[in-house]
T-cell receptor, first 119, second 111 residues
Framework: NAGVTQTPKFQVLKTGQSMTLQCAQD?????MYWYRQDPGMGLRLIYY???????DKGEVPNGYNVSRLNKREFSLRLESAAPSQTSVYFC??????????????????FGPGTRLTVT | GEDVEQSLFLSVREGDSSVINCTYT??????LYWYKQEPGAGLQLLTY?????DMKQDQRLTVLLNKKDKHLSLRIADTQTGDSAIYFC???????????FGDGTTLTVKP
């Protein structure tokens, strides 16, 4: 199992350019997430997808769009990059609670991150 | 709303114990987690505790939960240089996949 993979690992964009960050997981997880990590600000949730076919805004969705392409893949798009979007972006996935099963944890499995610089 | 707070930095000497503290606001939190992030990598789950437990021990790690004060701590015994990393506290609610993360505590272990 590769776990959660992200591409690219590094990217430099000019202000106004667009790009899509790719994420895939091979653990058959229902839920997937996009976070950004900035120094001193911890992890902030951008968007998440509780299951295939659904997406919801997180804490900082402005300037981003997402697509849950299928159960495995969840992409993050920057339509018009801004310097404020310079950050490290992490994708994560977790299981969802099956009906009838006892409660279980929702630990998240993280990808290695994408370092994005917008000049 | 949900909020998770941690102190930003902790420095200890190799062989000492480290205690990383976390407070949270949502009393209905069901699961509380500790994640570790090494330089240039994503977060990895270290351990977790259910809200109906007071303590959990896993080798060198001890998690203590004080539900009344909404306080969670992670104790690392015999801290090694390889334990230097950022440690994140997180909470989630039963039936919800989302977690709320603290800002992370950077642990530096000096030889």
């Amino acid at each position: 199992n590769a776990g959660v993979t992200q591409t690219p690992k590094f990217q430099v964009l000019k202000t106004g350019q667009s790009m899509t960050l790719q994420c895939a997981q091979d653990m058959n997880h229902n839920s997937m997430y996009w976070y950004r990590q900035d120094p001193g600000m911890g992890l902030r949730l951008i968007y998440y997808s509780a299951s295939e076919g659904t997406t919801d805004k997180g804490e900082v969705p402005n300037g981003y769009n997402v697509s849950r392409l299928n159960k495995r893949e969840f992409s993050l798009r920057l339509e018009s990059a801004a310097p404020s979007q310079t950050s490290v972006y992490f994708c994560a996935s977790s299981e969802a609670l099956p009906r009838g099963h006892p409660p279980r944890t929702y630990e998240q499995y993280f990808g290695p991150g994408t370092r994005l610089t917008v000049t | 709303g949900e909020d998770v707070e941690q102190s930003l930095f902790l420095s200890v000497r190799e062989g000492d114990s480290s205690v990383i503290n976390c407070t949270y606001t949502d009393s209905s939190s069901t699961y509380l987690y500790w994640y570790k992030q090494e330089p240039g990598a994503g977060l990895q789950l270290l351990t977790y505790i259910f809200s109906n437990m007071d303590m959990k021990q896993d080798q060198r790690l001890t998690v203590l939960l004080n539900k009344k004060d909404k306080h969670l701590s992670l104790r690392i015994a015999d801290t090694q240089t390889g334990d230097s990393a950022i440690y994140f506290c997180a909470e989630s609610l039963c039936g919800a996949g989302k977690s709320t993360f603290g800002d992370g505590t950077t642990l530096t272990v000096k030889p």
